[in-house]
């Protein structure tokens, strides 16, 4: 078992930053691909970001790229999520997502096998 919690979360004005982190527990983190998601109100769950084990390769979601930066610090058992020029659109809960046996980095949040609780972020205009 993975155990995740998200922190990080908040209300900001459009074109701020946050910063959303994800500490791991339960196994050994550097096994895992991580990932960010989110979902809006009304909306379906919608890839955000991921990040290879080692932290070397990444891959993001059209609407982020250039926007946000996903990260990892394995001697803390910790993923971020740098969000920068927010813009409302981005307003959701993010989750944090963990896979141990994936090929590649995966998009689809079924082939995730541990959720944190999510944190919300409020990007008002």
């Known amino acids: 078992q993975v155990q995740l919690v998200e922190s990080g979360g908040g209300l900001v004005q459009a074109g701020g930053s946050l910063r959303l982190s994800c500490i791991a527990s339960?196994?050994?983190?550097?096994?895992?691909?991580m990932g960010w998601f989110r979902q809006a109100p009304g909306k379906e769950r919608e890839f955000v970001a991921a990040?290879?084990?080692?932290?070397?390769?990444?891959k993001y979601a059209d609407s982020v790229k250039g926007r946000f930066t996903i990260s990892r610090d394995n001697a803390k058992n910790t993923v971020y999520l740098q969000m920068n020029s927010l813009k409302p659109e981005d307003t959701a809960v993010y989750y944090c997502?963990?896979?141990?046996?994936?090929?590649?980095?995966?998009?689809?949040?079924?082939?995730?096998?541990?959720w944190g609780q999510g944190t919300q972020v409020t990007v008002s205009s």
């Open positions: 997502a963990a896979v141990h046996f994936a090929k590649g980095l995966p998009i689809r949040g079924a082939e995730y096998d541990y």
């Open positions: 339960g196994r050994t983190f550097s096994n895992y691909v």
């Open positions: 990040v290879s084990r080692g932290g070397s390769t990444t």
